[in-house]
């Protein structure tokens, strides 16, 4: 599967962005499908994922209540809309899959992995 993101750039604090990404192909929707995030000299930490069917979400207590995370199988992309950004917020974005129908929080069980987008938000 190749993941292709898109959408970062330089937005001010309490802007809003949104990320996408494409996943061509016939297998998308049998992937639960996940964001994760890597700021400089941090480790990458997880964002939000999402079921295979769309029917859960989950959300780092960081982004929850400003970022959500969405699915279109029928356009093979996954979306995360980011709301109220903030300084903090800054760093390369990855979208992830992983192979089952539960989404997970844990990196090293997604299976594959999208090149990055930069989101960096200014004060």
């Known amino acids: 599967v190749q993941l292709q993101a898109s959408g970062g750039g330089l937005v001010q604090a309490g802007d809003s962005l949104r990320l996408s990404c494409a996943a061509p192909g016939r297998t998308f929707s049998t992937y639960a499908m996940g964001w994760f995030r890597q700021a400089p000299g941090k480790e990458r930490e997880f964002v939000a994922a999402i079921n295979r069917n769309g029917g859960s979400t989950y959300y780092s207590d960081s982004v929850k209540g400003r970022f959500t995370i969405s699915r279109g199988n029928a356009k093979n992309t996954v979306y995360l809309q980011m709301n109220s950004l903030k300084p903090e917020d800054t760093a390369v974005y990855y979208c992830?899959?992983?192979?089952?129908?539960?989404?997970?929080?844990?990196?090293?069980?997604?299976?594959?992995w999208g090149q990055g987008t930069l989101v960096t938000v200014s004060s």
């Open positions: 992830a899959a992983h192979g089952a129908r539960i989404a997970t929080m844990t990196p090293n069980e997604y299976h594959y």
